[in-house]
C-alpha cells in the first residue's frame, strides 16, 4: 500500500511502522482504547499516503513519522507521550516533523470559538486540530473525556470553523459545510436505532439511523454529514456499529 502511494523506502517505512507500533505495545500503559491492531496500521498508511500526495517531494521518512503523531497521539494519555515521543526519536533520528500549515484553519477556529464565547486556548485548539486529522482519516472514531470536558464545544466548534471555510471558498481538504445529525442512542430501543425486523408482518422497519443516511446519500453534494451519539459508551449499541 505504500508503493501504490508512491512510497519509494516503502519496505523501510513499513518496517519503521511495524517496530512503533510492537514498542508501542510493550512499553506504553494498556488502556482499552489503546490499538496497535491491522486497523490501526490501515489508519497510518492512509494518512501516510494523504500526506504524500500533498508533500510528494518531502522526506518519506518525515512524513510517516508524522501519520504516525497524527492518528496516535490524540488517543494516547498524557503520561504516554513521552514514551511515545522518545520511541520515535529513536527510529527517526534525526528527522524533523515536516511543518503544515494550519493558518486559514487556526483562523476559522478562533473566530468561531469567540463566536461561541468561549477561550481560544491553545490545549482546546490543539485538541480541534487533533479531531480534524483524525476525520481526515477516519470515517468513524469516539471523543471521550469527562463530563464538562469540552467535548461536543470541540466537535462543534469545528463543525463550524470546517463550514465558513467552505463558504470563504478556502481550499483544503474537508474544508466542506458541515452538518450535524444529533442522536443519542441510550434514548431509544436498538430496533427504533437501527431498524429491526418484524416478527408478525415479517417486514423490515427502518430505525432513525436508517433514515437519516439514506437522507444524505440522497443529497448530491460534498457537504459532510455527521452522525453524533452523544451518550456514555454502552457495550451493547456501539458493537452494532462495528462492520461484521
Not at 77 to 86: I, T, V, Y
Not at 163 to 180: D, F
Request: a neutral charge; one cysteine or more.
Amino acid at each position: 500500500m505504500l508503493f501504490s502511494y508512491g512510497y519509494m523506502e516503502n519496505r523501510k517505512c513499513a518496517q519503521k511502522m511495524v517496530a512503533t507500533f510492537r514498542l508501542c505495545s510493550e512499553q506504553l500503559s494498556s488502556q482499552d482504547h489503546y490499538d496497535y491492531g491491522m486497523r490501526a496500521v490501515k489508519t497510518v498508511i492512509t494518512a501516510a499516503g494523504n500526506l504524500k500526495r500533498a508533500s510528494p517531494d518531502e522526506n518519506e521518512e518525515a512524513l510517516l513519522m508524522r501519520a504516525l503523531q497524527d492518528v496516535n497521539v490524540p488517543k494516547f494519555l498524557a503520561h504516554d507521550l513521552p514514551l511515545f515521543a522518545g520511541i520515535l526519536s529513536d527510529l527517526f533520528p534525526g528527522i524533523e516533523r515536516p511543518p503544515f500549515d494550519y493558518g486559514p484553519l487556526l483562523v476559522s477556529l478562533r473566530s468561531c470559538i469567540l463566536d461561541k464565547n468561549l477561550q481560544p486556548v491553545q490545549i482546546f485548539l490543539r485538541k480541534n486540530i487533533e479531531l480534524y486529522e483524525m476525520i481526515c482519516v477516519r470515517h468513524g472514531l469516539m471523543v471521550v473525556g469527562p463530563t464538562c470536558g469540552g467535548k461536543s464545544s470541540n466537535i462543534r466548534v469545528l463543525a463550524q470553523a470546517l463550514t465558513k471555510l467552505k463558504a470563504q471558498n478556502v481550499v483544503g481538504e474537508r474544508y466542506e459545510k458541515t452538518r450535524i445529525y444529533h442522536l443519542n442512542p441510550k434514548s431509544i430501543r436498538m430496533g427504533q436505532l437501527y431498524g429491526e425486523f418484524d416478527e408478525n408482518t415479517h417486514e423490515w422497519q427502518d430505525g432513525i439511523l436508517c433514515v437519516l443516511i439514506r437522507q444524505c446519500i440522497k443529497e448530491d453534494n460534498s457537504n459532510l454529514k455527521w452522525m453524533l451519539f452523544d451518550g456514555p459508551v454502552d457495550a451493547i449499541w456501539i458493537e452494532v456499529r462495528n462492520p461484521r
